[in-house]
């Protein structure tokens, strides 16, 4: 499956099958999880009854009526908003599990062969897998080498190289092998593999609530119970007011109205959209295509201050780039670049591709038309560790150009006969002495000389890390590269510091020091070697085409093993944080105005001398039409803001990488101040179309 | 109001700016164990004390330890405090044979002066003995300080300290309050009080003939050592009823600005003392700003209460009430700080503040005596507030909150809330039940909106450990001691025993250092949302019953009707 769907905000389907979810969701077992919406309920429920009693004795109370039509849509809409966060994710499980065929596994038992139901399979048997074949679970591969096509979980089409020992010994059950052979010890337990923790992830069936989630939602209640006795008090406080302003104790407070002015002061905007925010934030971490084995995982990366990155892939290019021709002794740069341009011509690799580019604009060698030549691409591989072409040149004599490292060179050369020239081997050992990659170029058995591949500072990764210093975070460059070439890559790139020839005991040495000061660390990796340092981090994400001993130490998966990643999931925890304060905030904001809609309309018999309008309607600033009217619109705003800000709830507030403070003083503008205006217009509006 | 008016707050204001660093580094010197002035003279005392009550002062607690401890001294205070009234007949020091007191009274004071709070249901004079008043509550006018700069400290070395569980030994912390702190300075004070004319003597009541010939007896007592204490530990308790209006206790306007200066000067200085022991002054100064702020605030809303002209009483300020020696704007600021400290001492009756005013005083109360507030009390409450804020508004920034490299998570909110919640179930459901009550109503003068005012004064001033009452309300009723009384144990201890959890959560933490992607604690944006959580949070609470009592009071005087 592509996680790549079509999972956008209103999905006919998704919005369908949510409404359904929002009224099955009124299961008081499903309620109670969240404590606000649950208080709602229970007000909806007690009015619905005193309408009905009403109805029975023939006394139909049509405001006692809408307050409680309107607050069952107040938890209505909360469900909603968590079922179309959780409707998006079960969109995806369901791909996936559609695209997990019933796969059949070839067990192998000794040295037969034993064809087996996947499901079947422990930890510790061992498959064979041959072209065509289905992986059938996860499993670490131990003998052969094979290209697999992993787009059923990255997406991507291009298929991979995994071979046993190093750092590309991981297969996930559902990819595809499609060339060679290669035997598979399966590592995990059926019902356990990555496919079934993705579904699980995305369709929220174990989410738990995050540690700050937690400290919210008690925020909330505390506040909930705090609003509970401010309401509870009044009937008390309206006793003694009636009885003062020579008032019957029978004109005090109804019950409706009483669970009306207590939905609107307690949290419901927040305690109904928590849950979906908290969702949402998960889907977008799926959506870029990383997999976070926990909430809190994504909550924690948004505190990183600290970030490990690799040099190669993160800061450089993952793969070198041509940028000079060195000629052997006897041959003219133009002859040795010709011979490099032909034998990249079908390759398709980054540094091929480089190498046609640089020819073309050094020496104006253009691209010909590949039929014409005659030619037989020879397509790198891990063995042979070069590529290269056969020609028949126009009078019938095949040559064959290679171009690779300067091993595979030298034993290609002298197995026809040639000589490998110690110059060569100098510039080799020299480029490869400044962090550059030589790629050495020969004919049959002359070398004609060497390109020179060197590392590339990605563009715009400089401003990355510059935005990353504005919102205080630092970034040390990790490389095996000696201290020379990494402080000159490091100021290139603009990283805050930079580890040289790191060795992975070093790396979780750093990670260590690092927390010990109190900062919180996040790095990215893919081997063996990496996975204690991966656990060591706070958060850290592992290169799906790493090892699976990576994987399991990490609490992130990237499947697109792309190092640039980390910053993208630092932003997208922040942006979870930031969502959800700028919703409390605006929630609590909003019960200024509802407050000045509810009292003066509740209070407004109070110590009147004859005309029914006491001192206390001039605190109805809103002018609202009648005390009904105004209850009723501060119930319906309530409702309706919830659904309202379900997408902003599902999007995330807008993130810039800003200083804190700047950050602050945005969403303090936007949903604090925004907050305490917004409901004054809202309710007003309201009011106005229900008196028209 | 005239020049002279403008000139005395400006003052006011700026010797308490000027004092609050002085003050502030010397309790830093004296709190960190730094060498200061007060060391070569009373440091013998300390040693020769620890060795008397067998205290080791370097061994620290936890905060299980240092919460035990701190509650076991105040019971044993409380016991003691309540068992010499019941019995003060038979001990000495009685010169006006006052008999014993009756036990609710008794249990309500104990608590009261346990508390620092110093409601008083009793009129002094009539009531106590010199020897109630000097061994039982004038020593727990400086333990319930001490107490709570105890708690203060224990907190500021939950923030500071990293990876522990140690946060203090509770004996030391009181016993260097009361050495270096209080009692110095309580010395000073009563020197100066004396020099102005308060009395502090032994002798019996004295009868006097007045110029119109009548005849009256004079109450005496050791009033000034009292009252320096009452005012600089923000207790309140007067050693009269008529407390800093009794001419005997608050002779001059001299001593009455000193006596308005002394309620603020700890508190304030604490905050500068919190920033230079966090490692910041300017944290200190933000939450001296935030207290100032709200103080002015509600200064000026209270001015224009009294000098407006309504319809009742057409453009004469209110003088109903007030002290005529002192004058309204001196009311006027007396009854704002003390009630922002939770002092409660007065110099005019509350119950005659206009409808603003008195709501001033309320709301003062009602956000949790944090403006400046109690000594210490002011500040772990506002450390509380700081909490709060700190996660609603932290998380905007895109991280797990942190005040002072210190995570806030669920234990700190949870603790944060039951320490708010606490307050205003006391307040709330005390103030309903007493207002719908026979025996609530029975202790009411007034009627209409300013009786329910009353009651929900009283409430709110025993929570908030404040002491000053509306006078109007007769609370020495069985029922007013024994609800006053738990209200007053629930506003002390269910914020203390929060703010230490907090202290000790916070101390097992790891500190992350600032960098520009910290949410900061000590600029403008900070002062201004923290104010706002404080207006917030307080005010969505007591909108409702504010609206009923004075907000109703004030607008029935606009339209020329009274209570």
Known sequence: ?692 | MTPQDFIQIILFIAVLTGLTPILGSYMYKVFTGKKHVMLPVLGWLEGLIYRFVGADPVEETNWKSYTFSLLMFNFIGFVFVFLIQLFQAYLPLNPANLPNVSWHSAINTSVSFVTNTNWQGYAGETTMSYFVQMIGLTVQNFVSAATGIAVILAVIRGITRKSTDIIGNFWTDLTRSILYVLLPLSIMFAIVLVGQGVIQNFKTYEPVQTLQGGHQVLPMGPAASQIAIKQLGTNGGGFFNANSAHPFENPTPFSNFLQILAIFLIPASLTYMYGKMVGSARQGWAIFSVMLILFLAGLCLSLYGEYSTNPVFGHLPLMEGKETRFGITNSVLFSVVTTNASCGAVNAMHDSLSPLSGMVAIINMMLGEVIFGGVGAGLYGMVIFIILTVFIAGLMVGRTPEYLGKKIGAFEVQMAIVANLTTSVAILVFTAWASVSSYGLAGLHNTGPHGFSEILYAYTSAAGNNGSAFAGLNANTLFYNLTLGFVILAGRFGVIIPALAIAGSLAGKNITPPSSGTFRTDNWLFIGLLIGVILIVGGLTYFPSLSLGPVVEHLLMNNGISF
């Open chain 1, 1 to 692: 499956m592509s996680t790549k769907l079509n999972t956008s905000l209103f999905n006919k389907k998704i919005f369908i099958q949510a409404a359904k979810d929002s009224v099955i969701k009124l299961n008081p077992a499903v309620l109670i999880k969240n404590p606000v919406i649950f208080i709602v309920a229970i007000g909806s429920f007690l009015t619905t009854i005193i309408v009905t009693a009403g109805m029975i004795q023939g006394n139909f109370s049509s405001f006692n009526f809408q307050i409680a039509i309107w607050l069952w849509f107040t938890v209505l809409f909360a469900n909603f908003a968590e079922a179309i966060a959780e409707g998006r994710g079960k969109a995806q499980a369901e791909s996936l599990r559609n695209n997990r065929t019933q796969t059949k596994a070839r067990k192998m038992t000794g040295k037969l062969e034993v064809s087996t139901f996947a499901t079947g399979l422990k930890k510790g048997d061992i498959v064979v897998c041959e072209a065509g074949d289905v992986i059938p679970s996860d499993g670490e591969v131990i003998e052969g080498i094979a290209s697999v096509d992993e787009s059923a979980i990255t997406g991507e089409s291009a298929p991979v190289i995994r071979e046993s020992g190093g750092d590309r010994s991981a297969v996930t059950g559902g990819t595809k092998v499609i060339s060679d052979q290669i035997f598979i010890r399966i590592t995990t337990e059926p019902g356990n593999t990555f496919i079934d923790h993705i579904i699980e992830l995305v369709e929220g069936a174990k989410r738990q609530k995050t540690p700050n989630e937690i400290a919210l939602s008690i925020l909330l209640s505390g506040l909930s119970i705090i609003f509970l006795l401010a309401v509870a008090t009044l009937p008390a406080f309206f006793r003694y007011s009636l009885t003062a302003s020579g008032l019957p104790p029978s004109q005090n407070l109804t019950i409706p109205v009483l669970i009306a002015l207590l939905v609107c002061l307690i949290p419901t905007t927040i305690g109904g959209l928590l849950s979906a925010i908290g969702i949402s934030g998960m889907d977008r971490l799926i959506q870029r295509n990383v997999i976070a084995t926990s909430g809190r995982a994504i909550e924690a990366a948004g505190d990183v201050d600290v970030l490990l990155l690799d040099k190669t892939g993160t800061i450089t290019l993952g793969n070198r780039m041509a940028t000079d021709f060195i000629p052997a002794e006897g041959v003219t740069v133009e002859e040795l670049a010709d011979a490099a341009q032909i034998s990249s011509l079908s390759d398709e690799t980054p540094e091929g591709r480089s190498i046609v580019i640089l020819a073309k604009e050094k020496f104006g060698i253009r691209g010909r038309e590949v039929h014409q030549l005659n030619a037989t691409f020879i397509h790198f591989t891990a063995q042979s560790r070069m590529s290269g072409v056969d020609l028949k040149g126009d009078d019938g004599t095949a040559y064959k150009i290679r171009k690779g490292s300067s091993e595979a060179i030298r034993s290609f050369v002298q197995s026809n006969n040639g000589f490998y020239p110690q110059k060569i081997q100098d510039i080799v050992i020299e480029l490869a002495r400044q962090g550059a990659t030589p790629l050495v170029v020969a004919v049959d058995k002359k070398v004609l000389g060497v390109v020179h591949l060197k590392d590339i500072v990605k563009g715009g990764i400089k401003q990355r890390f510059a935005e990353l210093r504005k919102m205080g975070i630092k970034t040390i460059m990790i490389t095996g590269d000696n201290a020379l070439t990494a402080a000159a890559i490091a100021a290139e790139a603009g990283v805050d510091d930079f580890m040289a020839e790191a060795t992975p005991e070093g790396k979780l040495r750093r990670i260590r020091e690092e927390q010990a000061k109190g900062h919180l660390v996040g790095m990215i990796g893919d081997g063996t070697n990496d996975a204690p340092a991966l656990a060591q981090a706070d958060i850290g994400i592992a290169m799906n085409t790493g090892t699976q001993a990576a994987r399991e130490a990490g609490n992130m998966v990237d499947l697109d093993s792309n190092p640039t990643k980390l910053i993208e999931v630092v932003e997208v925890g922040k942006q979870l944080l930031m969502t959800r304060g700028s919703l409390t905030t605006f929630s609590i904001a909003n019960d200024v105005a509802k407050y000045f809609a509810i009292i003066p309309a509740i209070a407004i018999a109070l110590y009147s001398r004859g005309n029914g309008m006491g001192p206390l309607a001039a605190l109805n600033i809103m002018n609202l039409g009648s005390p009904q009217s105004a209850i009723l619109s501060a119930v319906i705003f309530n409702a309706f803001i919830i659904i309202l800000l379900v997408p902003l709830a599902l999007k995330g507030v807008r993130y810039r990488p800003v200083s804190a403070n700047a950050a602050l003083s945005r969403n303090l503008l936007i949903f604090g101040l925004g907050g305490l205006i917004s409901p004054f217009i809202g309710i007003k509006l309201i009011d106005l179309l229900i008196n028209l």
